[in-house]
Nanobody, 121 residues
């Protein structure tokens, strides 16, 4: 009933920028926290950034000062602005959201299928 779709990934040179988008659709009552995670081949998925419904943000130390997370509550969408990209940022980036489908349901975590970000010269 709920789908998260990422977009905006691609190939970029070191030092370049990309903006990722994640739109949630389906039966949604409310979204608490939305976030971005990434996973490189052979490595575990790691947290990149999160943002609450009230706008409170958290960032991994590796991206702090370079990435900015935001959200548009009216569109159930979160964005990740990535600047000063490094080859180490290369990974599949996944969106997730903690949300309720109905006012009487519990909060559940949903995941998108990911978008590839490749930083290379």
């Amino acid at each position: 009933q709920v789908q998260l779709v990422e977009s905006g990934g691609g190939l970029v040179q070191p030092g370049g920028s990309l903006r990722l988008s994640c739109a949630a659709s389906g039966t949604i009552f409310s979204i608490n926290t939305m976030g971005w995670y990434r996973q490189a081949p052979g490595k575990q998925r790691e947290l990149v950034s999160t943002i609450t419904s009230g706008g409170s943000t958290n960032y991994a130390d590796s991206v702090k000062g370079r990435f900015t997370i935001s959200r548009d509550n009216a569109r159930d969408t979160t964005y990740l602005q990535m600047n000063s990209l490094k080859p180490e940022d290369t990974a599949v980036y996944y969106c997730n959201a903690d949300l309720r489908t109905r006012s009487w349901t519990t909060t559940t975590t949903y995941w998108g299928r990911g978008t590839q970000v490749t930083v290379s010269s």
